[in-house]
């Protein structure tokens, strides 16, 4: 494997700012890696569009971070991963193509005959991925999922601190309130308003898809002999659809501020 390539970035993408929390747990794994993060808050929410308009959309993206040298590429997005994943696969065989997916496996594992919700946009509870993952671990836990229509466009936003965006999660999932054993954050936006889902819900364990995905990174990119020797940082670059200064930053506070944080962010 040549050098240029070794030391190529990894390009990482999402509708907008829910990939950095995922992001953040491909830093602390590969701290060595330089990553690009492409942010199409443009055009989100990806899970209320068809799969097609999402296939399309991941495509371009995908495009331009190969245009960009990236030597592997992280979907950072459950929607996209479950409407384009084996696509871009069929489309990109030599590159790495890793997606995330709800974590009800470790959730179903860790609750055992207990009641689990998942969270996750309208797409990503409608596709096949989710149904093939219901049916291998749904018969082994009380498993309720539920469409979160409207919360990724939401956190979008920012202002994570707000009274409008605790109302909206409990009009969403508030009637699970105490009744449920586990959360699955089965979209890569929620885990940035996990303390407010807790206020809501109660405190119960939350499983997401960040640690796998970034273990699974580890895994291709040493399979592939892609792994950056480097002993330096690598260091993350942010690009967004929404190409304002404004948008940026926000981004950086979003990668910044960590998971879970809420005050007046
Ligand atoms: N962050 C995305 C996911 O994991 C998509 C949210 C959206 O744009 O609807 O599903």
Redesign the pocket.
Same mark, same amino acid.
């Given at each position: 494997m040549g050098d240029s390539q070794v030391c190529g970035s990894i390009g990482v993408f999402?509708?907008?700012v829910?990939?950095i929390s995922v992001l953040q747990a491909l830093v602390r794994e590969l701290p060595c890696e330089s990553f690009l993060y492409y942010g199409d808050s443009a055009h $989100?929410?990806?899970? &209320?569009?068809t799969t097609e308009e999402v296939l399309e959309l991941s495509r371009g993206i995908v495009a331009k971070l190969l245009e960009a040298g990236c030597k592997a590429i992280v979907i950072?997005?459950?929607?996209?991963?479950?409407a384009a994943g084996e696509q871009l696969r069929l489309e990109h065989p030599n590159i790495p193509i890793i997606g995330?997916e709800p974590a009800l496996k470790p959730a179903v594992l860790a609750t055992r005959d207990g009641d689990v919700l998942v969270m996750?946009?309208p797409?990503?509870v409608r596709l096949e991925k989710f149904q093939r993952l219901m049916d291998e671990w749904g018969s082994k836990a009380r498993v309720h999922a539920v469409p979160c229509e409207g919360l $990724?466009?939401r956190i &979008?936003q920012g202002r994570l601190g707000d009274a409008d965006l605790t109302e909206l999660i409990d009009s969403l999932v508030g009637r699970y309130a105490n009744r449920v054993d586990s959360v699955v954050l089965?979209?890569?936006?929620?885990p940035f308003v996990v303390n407010q889902i807790k206020a809501v819900l109660g405190e119960v364990p939350f499983f997401d898809g960040g640690e796998g995905t970034a273990r699974q990174l580890r895994r291709r990119l040493v399979e592939c002999e892609l792994l950056n020797p480097n002993e330096h940082e690598g260091g993350v670059q942010f690009f967004s659809s929404k190409a304002t200064s404004a948008e940026l930053a926000l981004y950086e506070r979003f990668f910044n501020y960590g998971a879970g944080g809420v005050s007046n962010f």
């Open positions: 999402d509708s907008g829910g990939g $989100a929410p990806y899970g &209320e569009k950072a997005c459950n929607t996209a991963t479950s995330v996750a946009t797409m990503t $990724a466009a &979008e089965g979209c890569t936006h929620y």
